[in-house]
């Protein structure tokens, strides 16, 4: 048994950031059938969230998302107990990978509460997240444009920008916190090749973490909307995330049957 946890972005939806202009939602349409063959039982779970609050009112609001998602998780975990010893494999995109990433480092830091959780984590696929200076820079210096072109609806206040510049102190801790506190966890990262307007948002300079555990690849004809979203027919471009996720799901199974690997758990509403 499998649980994967879609996170969505700044302006995103539990549903609709991954749906397909046919309407096709992948997460529930297309990743259960990847494991019809297999004996593996795949629950796949949105987290909905306020982005609006979360990425404009500061940088803190950030880290109480964050909790919000890992105690939702933790009690998923309480409420059903066939979910304990669950693998999670966490799909984010945009700045939902900040999310994650931070939910992480507070089971992290508060392993007491949350060891459970951490030991079940076994990757992540990050699509179209920004890891890095360049892509953080580009966020901050053209940020009214960016959130426009994406639909978003609303742009973020100075605590906002502030947070997402390369030298931001937090966005510096988050990042390096998350890389060091990564190790055990595959990661598998995505970017795009096509420009939402007149902006590359996060290319591969940016989407790369540069960690021995990370696998990085394009989605063609992809721009920073449309990586995480396929049709019905779209087989190309899903297979390129439906194969990271398989082989992730694959590898979680592996490292359960091993004592030396931990295990963790599963969330929120399904997709």
């Known amino acids: 048994r499998i649980s994967i946890i879609a996170v969505h972005g700044l302006g995103g939806h539990w549903t609709r950031t991954w749906q397909a202009p046919d309407g096709a939602i992948w997460l529930r349409e297309r990743i259960p059938r990847l494991f019809a063959d297999t004996n593996v039982v795949c629950r796949v779970r949105s987290f ?4 609006a609050f979360a990425f404009t009112k500061g940088e803190t609001d950030i880290a109480g998302c964050a ?13 059903d107990p066939e979910h304990v010893a669950r693998p999670i494999i966490f799909v984010a995109h945009s700045l939902g ?16 509460i949350y060891d459970d959780i951490l030991a079940n984590v076994k990757g992540c696929v990050f699509m179209g997240v920004p890891h890095h200076g360049a892509g953080i820079a580009r966020w901050a210096k053209h940020a009214t444009q960016i959130l426009r072109i994406a639909s978003l609806g609303f742009a973020g206040n100075a605590n906002f920008l502030v947070t997402l510049e390369p030298k931001s102190p937090e966005w510096l801790r988050i990042s390096s916190d998350f890389v060091e506190r990564g190790k055990d966890i595959s990661f598998r990262t ?23 555990n990370e696998q990085v690849f394009a989605v063609p004809g992809s721009n920073h909307r449309t990586i995480c979203q396929f049709s019905n027919l779209d087989n190309e471009r899903f297979s390129l995330v439906g194969d990271a996720v398989l082989g992730l799901v694959q590898t979680s199974r592996k490292g359960n049957d091993a004592s030396s690997r931990r295990e963790r758990a599963t969330i929120i509403p399904e997709v």
């Open 97 to 112: 990978g900040l999310v994650v990433k931070e939910a992480l480092n507070i089971a992290w830091i508060r392993q007491s």
């Open 190 to 212: 995505f970017y795009e090749t096509e420009r939402t307007g007149n902006i590359l948002v996060v290319d591969r300079a940016s989407a790369a973490m540069h960690v021995p």
């Open 67 to 79: 909790k919000d998602l890992i105690d939702r998780i933790s009690l998923m975990r309480r409420t």
């Open 48 to 51: 909905g969230y306020n982005s």
